[in-house]
């Protein structure tokens, strides 16, 4: 199946500073991308959609200005978690998508593990 | 989003077949059905997905009901790497997929 990897796969960042983690789409190109947040214990929580080229849209309740989304070629997208704290650590997952037919299908990333100190 | 309802756990034994239900009564007509699975720490991964007609693949087999009200994910024969936690999905707006809190599968040896 298609590859999304995810980097880094774990960082300790402190309160107040900013992280960025990555989304490629190593073999395939995605037009759409999607992000996740996993706190422990729980199911994913879709947090915003990613298209090549325009604004992301955000789930409700989803900060856009902490949360910057950046998609700018179709196998790249960057996930900027801003003036983070402690609340904000969580595994992050990225997903591209793939099209056949009229459905699709979503390859995940590998997750990030974001631990805010 | 159309919501659906998976047990929250279940049980098998290694080699034998498992079948994991899920009711979605309130799917849609153009609604597909998706399944992912995850394991501890990882991304989820793509099992099977389907419309109207039962699916096959190397992986799984999905069989849907007629009324599409309700659909059982098959693992042919369990091994201990299909401990996860199964999560069935309607996909509705676009590829915007909303996660349940998905089944969470042990294989026993």
């Known amino acids: 199946g298609a590859v999304v990897s995810q980097h880094p796969s774990r960082v300790i960042c402190k309160s107040g500073t900013s992280v960025k983690i990555e989304c490629r789409s190593l073999?395939?190109?995605?037009?759409?991308m999607f992000w996740y947040r996993q706190f422990p214990k729980q199911s994913l929580m879709l947090m915003a959609t990613s298209n090549e080229g325009s604004k992301a849209t955000y789930e409700q309740g989803v900060e856009k200005d902490k949360f910057l989304i950046n998609h700018a070629s179709l196998t790249l997208s960057t996930l900027t978690v801003t003036s983070a704290h402690p609340e904000d650590s969580s595994f992050y997952i990225c997903?591209?998508?793939?099209?056949?037919?009229?459905?699709?299908?979503?390859?995940f990333g590998p997750g990030t593990r974001l631990t805010v100190t | 989003d159309a919501k659906t309802t998976q047990p929250n756990s279940m049980e098998s034994n290694e080699e034998e077949p498992v079948h994991l239900p899920c009711n979605h009564s309130?799917?849609?007509?153009?609604?597909?059905i998706h399944w992912y699975r995850q394991l501890p720490s990882q991304g989820p991964e793509y099992v099977i997905h389907?419309?109207?007609s039962n699916v096959n693949n190397r992986m799984a087999s999905l069989a849907i009901a007629e009324d599409r009200k309700s659909s059982t994910l098959i693992l042919h024969r369990a091994t201990l790497r299909d401990a996860a936690v199964y999560y069935c999905?309607?996909?509705?707006?676009?590829?915007?997929?909303?996660f349940g809190e998905g089944t969470q599968l042990t294989v026993n040896p």
């Open positions: 997903s591209a998508r793939s099209t056949s037919g009229g459905a699709s299908e979503q390859y």
């Open positions: 389907g419309l109207t």
């Open positions: 073999d395939f190109q995605a037009t759409t």
């Open positions: 999905i309607l996909e509705t707006s676009g590829s915007r997929l909303t």
């Open positions: 309130t799917i849609s007509g153009t609604d597909y």
